[in-house]
């Protein structure tokens, strides 16, 4: 048959687990693309390929996949006949060039008879190229995108990959494909797991690759039906130990990409450790030992914990007691680091923030400290928040890092903060904002509570915004390594979801000052800008991610507004607005009457002089403006902008009965210059919320 299942394998010391689904997901991408385009494939195989990943091994099974690419027909067309040939019948050398091109002899073209006279033709076929010819181009291709930060070599060989590679599965139906992959030769043989199988395992058809790894290698090569068995069995045994899995997809995956046949054992720990703040209990089984944490229905730890184990072991009470004591140490670690900070007050750790360096430019995290210090008792003030409050919390805001716990689990910043705040007896406001100045801190992530918390988060991250940008350490393409784009996001989202009226130039203008005052660091006119244009650009990802069209965005952009909260009321607004009937027609208005109005070298008046009106459609146009004008800026003054836009939209008939029957640029001078002025009103009132023209785009 011309078509089979096509199976490729790379076989490979243990991979990254935290990465391996993404190379997984990239490497059968890259695959299926190169096949689609080499016409291996068709468009159906894209979503009946099956894609297969674990700690030593990344495949792919593609079904349908042709022995060779089709043949490709093609005509072409010649010189003319006239020009063919001379009039002895002999070709011309336009004849013999073409022949030549065609790859054949001059008896062997053809003629083709058009309206326009008689041409030398030639009918092509190019015979495609074998899947064994394409193979290795195609998976080439796809190794080299793979996102892998670093490659390494290995033995004596050239080849460079994330780990070195062991052995190739690549068959076509029940033949291998004799191709080399990472300079090891394919063949028809994979292997099973590391500790339950021996061997090779022959694989006699393509079809047979999952069923030979299950049965005869002990290996699950489907990450996603592993990660649903490590599921299926760790809630089990929770809901058996009383209490339930907390969601964490991240962990999941690490631990999916770190077992071939998963077996989910449940441990137990001292009661005792529980006087630990349970966030350093979790981090030490999460993050150290990759286990999964038990909490009951309030969210209280319970002393349980679920390993999963890479074996079926006969002996499954040693596994258990094997990672109980290791748990044990690390539980341990928590609770002395717990117990020595609280010797501690948090305020006398603020003076050791000296000594650590935020940003050789910048100065120390203790400088950092003073500069949000002063910058979120700004904020405060505006907010109408406690400025006192705001202010104790960002002296406070950095202290957790000089100590112990955090020095250990640095995700834990701000969370240990928070508690040793607790403990030394501060208000709980300030409690919060030092642990919720770092919110949000991932996409979609809650947001600061308190106004004081949103100050002082407000100014962390301005303070590093405006500093690191000003430094020089400008993102560029995918490179981001201070996070600005999310710091940048982050400020919006502040201002946007918790309804503050800040302007982002003023911002950023405070904490340029503020760099200047304390650390006589300058921040000039030119780099404000570009600070403050970078943080407006990060509007465009807001917004669509919320499914609001580009041009709607575009639109309101092209006004510059300076507050977030207003330019999300207005971007709202349009998006709305463009759902309105009346709105195509007013957009494709608005675009000629700016097309009409960029073209006039003088000032437009304001003033319209209606006695001088003559036309009924020009004075119906100045009527309709008339009544609703005072109303639409009263809205706009109230940031009622849809209702605005609402009240706009009856601008639609006389605008267009303005057009029909009026010439703006007559040649009477004075009545040109009454109609560009109407025009203009009418253009104002649109700029008060957006250029609609741009809808139209």
């Known amino acids: 048959m011309s078509k089979q299942t096509l199976l490729i394998e790379i076989g490979t010391e243990e991979l990254p687990p935290k990465s391996l689904k993404k190379l997984s997901d990239a490497f059968s991408q890259g695959m299926l693309e190169g096949l689609l385009d080499c016409g291996l494939i068709s468009s159906e195989e894209l979503t009946a390929a099956s894609s297969y990943a674990t700690p030593r091994r990344l495949a792919l099974s593609v079904p349908n996949t042709a022995v060779s690419q089709p043949d490709q027909h093609s005509e072409r067309r010649g010189p003319a006949v006239q020009a063919a040939f001379n009039d002895a019948g002999e070709a011309t050398p336009a004849a013999i060039g073409f022949a030549k091109s065609c790859g054949l002899a001059i008896n062997e073209l053809g003629r083709t008879k058009t309206d326009k006279g008689e041409w030398l033709s030639a009918s092509i076929t190019e015979q495609g190229k074998p899947l064994s010819a394409l193979l290795s181009s195609v998976v080439d291709a796809a190794l080299k995108r793979l996102p892998i930060p670093k490659r390494m070599r290995w033995g004596n060989g050239t080849a460079e990959f994330v780990r070195p590679v062991k052995w190739v599965t690549v068959m076509h139906g029940a033949e291998i494909v004799p191709i080399q992959i990472l300079d090891v030769a394919a063949s028809n043989t994979t292997r099973g797991h590391r500790f339950h199988s021996q061997g090779d395992l022959e694989i006699k058809h393509a079809d047979d690759y999952q069923d030979v790894l299950t049965e005869q290698g002990h290996v699950v090569a489907d990450f996603q039906q592993r990660q649903a068995m490590i599921l299926s069995q760790t809630h089990a045994l929770a809901t058996a130990a009383g209490g339930h899995i907390e969601e964490d997809q991240s962990l999941l995956d690490e631990v999916t990409g770190l077992v071939e046949y998963p077996t989910a ?45 890479n074996i079926q072991s006969s002996n499954p009470e040693q596994v258990r007691s094997g990672n109980e004591k290791v748990l044990r140490a690390r539980l341990s670690d928590a609770q002395f680091f717990w117990q020595t900070d609280q010797k ?30 002063k910058l979120a008792g700004l904020f405060a003030a505006d907010m109408n928040a406690d400025v006192d409050v705001a202010q104790r919390g960002a002296y406070l805001a ?89 710091a940048a996001l982050s400020v919006l989202r502040i201002l946007i979801e918790c309804e503050h009226e800040f302007e982002i130039p003023k911002l950023v203008s405070n904490s340029a000052q503020v760099y200047q005052e304390n650390q006589d660091f300058a921040v000039d006119a030119d780099t404000q800008r570009g600070i403050v244009d970078f943080i407006r650009g990060r509007l465009m990802a807001f917004y669509q991610a919320q499914s609001i069209d580009t041009s709607s965005i575009n639109s309101v952009m092209a006004c ?33 009457i700016s097309n009409i109005l960029r073209k006039q070298t003088t000032v437009i008046s304001d003033d319209i002089d209606e006695a001088a009106l003559e036309e009924p459609a020009e004075k119906q146009l100045l009527t309709a403006i008339n009544q609703i004008e005072a109303k639409c800026n009263a809205l706009f003054d109230a940031g009622d902008y849809q209702a605005g836009l609402g009240l ?44 609609i023209a741009r809808l139209q785009n």
Request: aromatic residues 8%; glycine residues 6%.
């Open 265 to 309: 054992i449940l441990g137990a720990f001292d009661p005792a450790f529980l006087e630990v703040p349970q966030e350093c209990l979790i981090s030490s089984m999460r993050d150290h030992q990759k286990y999964f944490h038990i909490v009951d229905a309030d969210g209280k730890l319970l002393p349980k914990f679920i390993t999963v184990s």
């Open 344 to 373: 501690v007050k948090l305020e006398n750790r603020v003076e050791r923030l000296d000594s650590v360096l935020f940003h050789v430019k910048l100065g120390s995290v203790l400088d950092k400290t003073k500069r949000i210090q």
């Open 398 to 486: 950095k202290a957790d890092l000089a100590s112990d716990m955090v020095g250990e689990f640095d995700e834990l910043q701000g969370i240990m903060g928070h508690y040793y705040a607790d403990r030394d007896g501060e208000a709980e406001l300030v409690g919060a904002c030092i642990e919720q100045h770092y919110w949000p801190k991932f996409a979609g992530d809650d947001l600061p509570l308190s106004a004081e918390a949103q100050a002082v988060a407000l100014a962390d991250k301005l303070d590093s915004l405006v500093g690191i940008y000003a430094a020089g350490e400008v993102p560029t393409g995918d490179k981001d390594p201070y996070a600005l784009r999310r």
């Open 560 to 592: 510059s507004p300076n507050s977030p909260l207003d330019f999300d009321q207005r971007v709202k607004a349009v998006a709305a607005f463009r759902q309105a009937p009346e709105a195509t027609d007013l957009a494709a208005a608005n675009k000629r």
């Open 648 to 691: 706009l939209a009856g601008l639609r008939s006389p605008i267009d009965e303005f057009f029909e029957h009026v010439m703006v640029m007559t040649e009477d001078p004075a009545q040109q210059q009454n109609r560009l002025s109407l025009l203009k009103r009418i253009q104002d009132l649109f700029l008060r919320v957006a250029d």
